[in-house]
């Protein structure tokens, strides 16, 4: 029997993140609900939908018969829900006093919006996702301090994620301050120290951990790294992932050609590169393994789904099937040598 576990999911926020005025239109949510929807590799589908909850794609503040009816949309199609993205980055994790409640309240409204999903059975698994909604430039001002208070932030809003009976996955990112290389990201959870928060590892963002940007002291690769280098790029995988994994409760699958980019108001960071993208410096079913494997080679089965991330994608990019089609079959190799049976 082939494997079904971990489930495939893609992200429906990509249809807003880099878009805008002065980008491209925003890609409505239903249309990323039928670009996934109709994906299909030898009679293999998507199982399901990770969802950013902001505007325009979704209103947070949605009452209980909207989100029945979303859960009933979403099921229509044959989709489950998984992880979700709140809307944090109107307060600043190492912001003011006042930032810094909007910061809880924005993740207290997520949590509640994902309980609701679960008690509708159409979200079995997955995490509400934060960031520190902080620059990288301003937490190394007072890089003790900053964590200090980014930590703080993160413990209240586990506090609450714990009432609703979520999970929190602060994603490594090198954009976001005290998350922008390996070793602040470790600091960061470690001083958090809560049982419901962790680590969402996405391929094309922790890449550019091993090159040390934003933070070039923490850099794994050596200076004259070649992308050729293969051997050596494994080994800085190994380090990266070892450090990582046990923090790790969500995934997304990518591809990067370790450069940074930015589009409409999103601040640099790892380029999400098309699955097949040549310039690809991933062997994504391959890489994966170090993320979905312990240092043994055994399974870890940490999250039941896996997720595909492609923000700023082109709009011409995202609205042809076959992009999602060519996604949806490096997902079925990723499941095929790092999944199980349930």
């Avoid at 495939?8 to 409505?28: C, F, M, Q, R, Y």
């Avoid at 980055?89 to 190492?94: F, L, Q, T, V």
């Avoid at 312990?294 to 789904?305: M, Q, V, Y």
Wanted: charged share 25%; aromatic share 8%.
């Amino acid at each position: 029997m082939p494997n079904n576990y971990p489930k495939l999911h893609n992200a429906t926020w990509p249809g807003i993140v880099g878009k805008g005025p002065d980008s491209e239109p925003v890609i409505s949510f239903d249309t990323m609900l039928e670009k996934t929807a109709a994906a299909e590799v030898n009679g293999v589908k998507f199982d399901g939908v990770d969802i950013g909850l902001f505007d325009p794609h979704i209103d947070l503040d949605m009452s209980d018969d909207g989100i029945k009816k979303l859960a009933a949309k979403v099921s229509a199609l044959h989709l489950e829900i998984g992880s979700l993205v709140a809307p944090i980055w109107g307060g600043p994790a190492m912001g003011t006093k006042e930032e810094r409640k909007i910061f809880v309240e924005m993740v207290r409204k997520a949590c509640r919006f994902g309980k609701k999903l679960r008690e509708l059975g159409v979200r079995p698994n997955g995490i509400v996702r934060i960031d520190s909604a902080s620059k990288p430039e301003q937490w190394a001002l007072d890089p003790v301090n900053n964590t200090k208070l980014i930590a703080s932030t993160f413990r209240e809003a586990c506090d609450v994620a714990a009432e609703y009976g979520e999970r929190l996955a602060a994603e490594g990112e090198i954009c976001w301050g005290g998350m922008h290389s390996w070793k602040t990201m470790i600091n960061t959870m470690e001083s958090v120290d809560r049982p419901n928060i962790g680590f969402q590892a996405d391929m094309a963002h922790t890449l550019l951990y091993l090159l040390g940007t934003n933070r070039p002291e923490d850099r794994i690769l050596p200076v004259d790294f070649e992308w050729s280098d293969r051997k050596t790029l494994h080994e800085g995988l190994k380090k990266l992932t070892n450090a990582l994994r046990p923090w790790t409760i969500d995934f997304h699958v990518a591809q990067n050609d370790g450069t940074v980019f930015g589009s409409g108001s999103h601040d640099k960071t790892g380029r999400h590169c098309q699955a097949l993208d040549p310039n690809g410096k991933l062997d994504i079913p391959h890489d994966a393994g170090y993320w979905l494997r312990d240092e043994k080679g055994k399974l870890t089965k940490a999250f039941k789904h896996i997720c595909w991330d492609g923000c700023m994608f082109p709009n011409e990019v995202m609205m042809k099937q076959q992009t999602w089609n060519d996604i949806l079959g490096v997902m079925i190799k990723v499941r095929e040598q790092h999944g199980w049976v349930e």
